[in-house]
């Protein structure tokens, strides 16, 4: 099993940028394909990104190509979300999750395990 913890959210002003990290123990991430998601007040959780064992394979969601980058350290246990041109819309509890399956998953249903999250608030 693997526990994951979030933290580098906060608030920040449209056109920003912040640096999202998941923090885990129990087990090496490189057992796990990695994905962040976002769930906005009244809104549903949200797919963002994801990341392959390795590192060699990514997907992000069409809100936020370009904008945002995940990426991963193995030997830290560690995956990041490097936020930038922050919107207004992009105000949500963001979460770190662990996937063991082969292929990366984009839907919250098919990863294993889940953060606390971390709460980003992008002001206008």
């Known amino acids: 099993q693997v526990q994951l913890v979030e933290s580098g959210g906060g608030l920040v002003q449209a056109g920003g940028s912040l640096r999202l990290s998941c923090a885990a123990s129990g087990r090496s991430i490189s057992n796990y394909n990695m994905g962040w998601f976002r769930q906005a007040p009244g809104k549903e959780r949200e797919f963002v990104a994801a990341?392959?064992?390795?590192?060699?394979?990514?997907t992000y969601a069409d809100s936020v190509k370009g904008r945002f980058t995940i990426s991963r350290d193995n030997a830290k246990n560690t995956v990041y979300l490097q936020m930038n041109s922050l919107k207004p819309d992009d105000t949500a509890v963001y979460y770190c999750?662990?996937?063991?399956?082969?292929?990366?998953?984009?839907?919250?249903?098919?990863?294993?395990?889940w953060g606390q999250g971390t709460q980003v608030t992008v002001s206008s």
């Open positions: 990341i392959s064992r390795h590192g060699g394979g990514t």
């Open positions: 999750a662990a996937d063991n399956m082969l292929q990366l998953a984009v839907r919250g249903t098919q990863y294993d395990y």
